[in-house]
Structure formats: C-alpha cells, structure tokens
C-alpha cells in the first residue's frame, strides 16, 4: 500500500448500501481510497486499523449505521468505543488527529457516502471539507 491510500471500513449495511448506490449513479471519489466491507463497525478490531496504518494508510475512514440504526444491535456506541480507543493508539504512534474518523451514512444515500469520502480527503490535504 503506497502512503496515498486512504482505508474506508463500512458496514455492510448503511454504509456499504450507500457505495453500491454511488457506484450505480456513477458518482466518483478518489481513485487512492480503498473500501474494506466489515459486518458492523462495533464488530471492527482496533488492532485491523492500526494494522492500515501500519501497512501504509495515509488515513482511516470508519463508515457505518447512523445510532439507532444498527443491524447487529451493537448501536453507533460501539463504534464509538473502537474509534476513541483506536484514536488514543494512533496518537500515540505519532499520527495526526484527522488521520481516523468516524462518520454515517443511511442506507442507500450514496451521495451522502461520496460526500463524507470528499470531505476526509479534503481534510487530510489540509483544505476546508
């Protein structure tokens, strides 16, 4: 992985419904990001996105099910849990806050999930989203 790719997990439900639309509807995001399909964000190993990094993300999209709206009954809380405790790692390891985020998608809207891409890679140029 060369030090351009950007790793986006999605859930398989929301957030990966919201690529395929985008894919159908023909809307583009960077050719650098690379989407991992995962069953739920509360499921997802903080170990799996230090390993991106480790092997050379440049930054970490975390992509699921709005609160309340989870598939597997783990809610957004989840989530939450792995990205605050993934985030503390990362800065550890000398990575700047913006290099992980956490976002949601509903189902579907795949200009919501092309739009929430553009501004991460927005962000981590330095420019405004």
Same mark, same amino acid.
């Given at each position: ?46 170990? #799996?996105?230090?390993? !991106?990094?480790?092997? %050379?993300?440049?930054? $970490?999209?975390? *992509?699921?099910?709005?609160?309340? @709206? ?31 985020? #956490?976002?949601?998608? !509903?189902?579907?809207? %795949?200009?919501?999930? $092309?739009?929430? *891409?553009?501004?991460?890679?927005? @962000? ?6």
């Amino acid at each position: 992985m060369n030090d351009k790719k950007i790793v986006v997990f999605t859930c398989n439900w929301n957030a990966y419904s919201g690529l395929e639309t985008a894919g159908r509807n023909h809307r583009y995001y960077s050719a650098d990001i690379r989407p991992v399909r995962i069953a739920c964000l509360g499921r997802l190993h903080p170990g #799996l996105i230090l390993k !991106a990094f480790e092997c %050379g993300a440049r930054g $970490v999209l975390m *992509i699921g099910c709005a609160p309340g @709206e989870c598939h597997f009954d783990l809610d957004y809380h989840n989530a939450e849990s792995v990205f605050k405790l993934s985030k503390e790692l990362i800065k550890l390891l000398g990575f700047k806050d913006n290099q992980l985020q #956490l976002d949601h998608v !509903a189902a579907g809207d %795949g200009e919501a999930f $092309v739009h929430r *891409i553009k501004r991460f890679v927005a @962000e981590l140029n330095g420019q405004r989203g």
